[in-house]
């Protein structure tokens, strides 16, 4: 059949089909070929100061990871407060010029007993597959929610973290936050004493209130039947006479 300029509609129609899966064939074995070539991840070269692993999947170099845990996690304002830093060096080589960093010693709801008077605190050295503990103890004079938190966990504002190098003559270091074990919750003196308070002030006024509404009205129900009592034993002493 030809259309109105004796164009055969028919071998037209023919043409586009052969055409796109023409172009169906070339698009799937380009698929395929980009699936061989790049069936491995891509690898991304770390240089020297990267850690690496050994053979047998240790850690090579320094590198630190820790924890911080807070004792009690659940306190009450004007009371104490043991945080407990425990870092190790997983690596196989040792790690110096340690600074321990946290924002919550300078937290203006603390106040640092003793173990840090400031947020930084400093280490020399920490060996390979060394451990070291650091513990420093608060007053709570503020109330509030401190540690990680769904927010935190991601911009970190209240994260503990180590900086540390990898040699004693590294003009870079390396920083990694460190774990939090628990959070801390710290309550207001005012709550906890409303929500723990055996309230015996307050009951002995609802009793005392209590005697006062009920007694009042037996008190006088109890007048008035002496009166009437009275005044009837009066009349018949009357009538007797």
Do not use: C
């Not at 004796?6 to 380009?30: I, N, P």
């Not at 990680?148 to 936050?177: C, G, L, M, N, W």
């Amino acid at each position: 059949e030809k259309g109105g300029l004796g164009v055969d509609t028919g071998w037209v129609l023919r043409m586009m089909k052969t055409a796109l899966w023409a172009v169906a064939a070339v698009w799937f074995v380009a698929a395929v070929a980009a699936g061989e070539d790049g069936g491995e991840p891509d690898v991304v070269e770390m240089d020297g100061d990267e850690v690496g692993t050994d053979a047998g999947g240790a850690a090579s170099g320094s590198f630190l990871v820790g924890e911080r845990r807070f004792d009690p996690a659940e306190a009450v304002e004007k009371s104490n407060i043991t945080i407990t830093y425990v870092i190790h060096n997983v690596g196989d080589q040792a790690a110096y010029d340690i600074d321990l960093n946290d924002p919550l010693i300078s937290d203006s709801a603390f106040e640092v007993l003793e173990g840090g008077g400031s947020e930084s605190m400093s280490f020399d050295e920490i060996a390979a597959g060394g451990t070291i503990t650091h513990v420093v103890s608060l007053t709570a004079v503020g109330f509030g929610y401190f540690g990680d938190s769904s927010e935190s966990a991601v911009y970190k504002p209240q994260a503990a973290k180590i900086e540390y190098a990898s040699e004693r003559t590294a003009e870079t270091k390396r920083v990694h936050f460190l774990a939090s074990a628990n959070a801390l919750v710290v309550e207001d003196a005012v709550s906890y004493r409303k929500r723990t308070d055996m309230h015996l002030v307050d009951w002995a006024g609802f009793l005392a209130v209590s005697m006062l509404l009920t007694g009042m009205p037996y008190m006088v129900s109890e007048s008035t039947l002496v009166k009437v009592q009275r005044s009837v034993a009066s009349r018949s002493a009357k009538k007797a006479n």
